[in-house]
């Protein structure tokens, strides 16, 4: 059993930066893909970042250049720094973690950017 832990989200000023993390605590391999989504009202899941275990990444072309992912293995935990918070970056923001094609999901955690 996987479970996954967010926390880190709340409410901040436009131009704002927040750090977002992410627990992962079960039968996890040791080759995966962790990273983030967001969902905003009315709209559908989209990603936000992804970093492998061996440290690649990719993002967003929204986020790239704002936010930064990375990982500590040790600790099977993922960040998400975002910084330059827009008020379009407002969203329930979920951590997935993905071994071996299946994936598993946070609770999700609000972050509200205000104007």
């Known amino acids: 059993q996987v479970q996954l832990v967010e926390s880190g989200g709340g409410l901040v000023q436009a131009g704002g930066s927040l750090r977002l993390s992410c627990a992962a605590s079960?039968?996890?391999?040791?080759?995966?893909?962790m990273g983030w989504y967001r969902q905003a009202p009315g709209k559908q899941r989209e990603l936000v970042a992804l970093?492998?275990?061996?440290?690649?990444?990719n993002y967003a072309d929204s986020v790239k250049g704002r936010f930064t992912v990375s990982r500590d293995n040790a600790k099977n935990t993922v960040y998400l720094q975002m910084n330059s918070l827009k008020p379009e970056d407002t969203a329930v923001y979920y951590c997935?973690?993905?071994?071996?094609?299946?994936?598993?999901w946070g609770q999700g955690t609000q972050v509200t950017v205000s104007s």
């Open positions: 079960g039968s996890i391999f040791s080759s995966n893909v």
């Open positions: 997935n973690l993905n071994i071996l094609a299946k994936g598993y």
């Open positions: 970093i492998t275990s061996g440290g690649s990444t």
